[in-house]
């Protein structure tokens, strides 16, 4: 097997057992030394892709994002006369079922959870030995790059795949619009999911209705 190829197997093995574990013990207690032993690699593995714990779930949450938007595409590939409710309802729909279905996408979807507030800056190894500081390099709090700034990036992506579906793709209102409705999809999801999988469908649907109200006008119809 070439050595690339082993390469992405073991690093796809090492986000699929970060995934895990965060699904099942929460991203605080996440360990890359229980990584390395639930993906079956030396830790020394880990740490050739890793500086700790918050880059691998960084790396995890791009991935969740590319996986989210190759769902989002295969759905509008399979469907082109989709109408503009459809569309709105490809790029939801593909996020419910991630949410729902993927490990650790409830604390980790596109971004890594925010740190405690009170907590101060540390990059000495945990009690298990680990590398696992939980600060970015500021030494502040906060979602991967913040969380307007992953909502921004999702917000992009969305509008590319969009594309097909939309008036002037490259219009600033149209940026704004479609960051808008990010964001209220974001806070209303949360609010949703609050009691875990499946989520509650009335909110969901409440989210749906306004997604069509809002961003459905500017896409084609």
């Known amino acids: 097997m070439p050595v690339q190829r082993r390469s992405a197997e073991r690093l796809a093995r090492i986000l699929d057992a970060c995934a895990q574990l965060i699904e099942e013990a929460g991203y605080e207690r996440l360990s890359t030394r229980e ?3 639930r993906a079956g690699v030396p830790i020394g593995s880990v740490y050739r892709f890793f500086s700790g714990k918050r880059a691998m779930a960084a790396a995890l949450a791009h991935r969740n994002l ?3 938007a190759e769902r989002v595409a295969a759905r509008l590939a399979q469907r082109p006369d989709l109408d503009a409710h459809g569309a709105v309802d490809a790029v939801l729909d ?4 991630m949410r729902r279905t993927e490990p650790g996408f409830a604390l980790v979807d596109f971004g890594v959870p925010a740190a405690p507030r009170d907590a101060a800056p540390d990059a000495s190894p945990d009690r298990n030995g680990d ?5 970015d390099g500021d030494g502040n709090a906060g979602r991967d790059g913040d969380e307007h700034g992953v909502n921004h990036l999702v917000a992009e992506r969305i509008r590319g795949l969009l594309g097909g579906y939309l008036h002037h793709p490259s219009g600033e209102v149209l940026r704004r619009k479609v960051l808008v409705a990010v964001e209220a999809t974001d806070a209303l999801l949360r609010l949703a999911f609050r009691a875990g999988p499946p989520g509650d469908p009335e909110l969901i649907d409440e989210t749906r209705a306004l997604l069509h109200a809002y961003l459905a006008p500017v896409l084609r119809g």
């Not at 593909?94 to 079922?97: D, E, G, T, V």
């Open 35 to 37: 990584v390395a032993v």
């Open 131 to 135: 590398r696992d500081g939980d600060h």
């Open 94 to 97: 593909a996020y419910i079922a």
């Open 66 to 68: 590319d996986r989210y």
